[in-house]
């Protein structure tokens, strides 16, 4: 736990194409951490549109971030963009190098990767991309969410609520995590248990699938790219 007369400075990276819940879920709680400073930035801060359309703004570019405390990567389909440009990657290292925390959401994980940054760590994602941690050097843990470390990892979209909890005790304390809890007050209570691959009725999962197979498949292709570059040793299939 880090004293809290320490101020915090913590900052997410936003894109265009990204889940906005992978964002707002973790701004929810992370916003409500005492003495901290949260900011959004982007390579512009021009609108920017959700994989569903939403569109978000960031506080400031990337060049303008200051060191932070906390680095926040979330993720969504448009995360397949970034995973050759070397201006996000840039910053996702130089930031992740002098933070305290780094907390990825989603296929944040796999930027995340695609910027060197997991090899060797124990590590999780969305359902669907989880078979590609291996090629990033990664260890797949089949958890909702993982801490390696000073780093924690929350699986697909909604898990990064439970990811920001996790982290916000882990910076705060317990206590300030519960009150945060208490005042989203988070305590679902799903109306249907299918929310994950080994819950979910056969027919739903398979019309999932095949929903994400074009972008399953280019990550992959992607994955297997970056895994040539950091000399990983591409899992058979």
């Not at 910053?91 to 305290?100: C, D, E, L, S, Y």
């Not at 090899?119 to 291996?134: D, E, M, N, Q, Y």
Request: glycine letters at 10%.
């Amino acid at each position: 736990m880090i004293p809290h007369d320490t101020h915090l400075r913590i900052g997410s990276l936003l894109f265009e194409g990204l889940d906005q819940i992978d964002l707002t879920g973790p701004f929810e709680v992370l916003s409500q951490i005492p003495n901290s400073t949260y900011q959004v930035y982007a390579r512009t801060t021009e609108p920017v549109r959700d994989i569903h359309g939403l569109r978000l703004t960031a506080d400031a570019v990337l060049a303008d971030a200051p060191r932070l405390d906390v680095l926040h990567v979330p993720g969504g389909f448009g995360q397949e963009a970034l995973m050759e440009d070397e201006e996000v990657l840039d910053w996702i290292r130089a930031q992740a190098g002098g933070a305290t925390s780094v907390f990825s959401v989603c296929t944040g994980a796999l930027l995340c990767g695609a910027a060197g940054l997991l090899v060797g760590r124990r590590a999780t994602t969305h359902w669907s991309a989880f078979h590609l941690l291996p090629y990033f050097g990664a260890i797949p843990v089949d958890e909702r969410v993982v801490v390696d470390g000073s780093w924690v990892f929350a699986g697909g979209v909604t898990a990064g609520i439970d990811g920001a909890l996790r982290l916000a005790a882990e910076l705060r304390g317990v206590e300030v995590a519960q009150g945060i809890q208490l005042a989203m007050q988070y305590a679902p209570e799903p109306p249907f248990d299918s929310g994950t691959p080994r819950t979910a009725p056969a027919a739903v999962l398979d019309r999932a699938r095949r929903t994400v197979e074009d972008i399953t498949a280019r990550r992959e292709k992607t994955a297997r790219k970056v895994a040539e570059r950091l000399g990983v040793e591409v899992p058979v299939a």
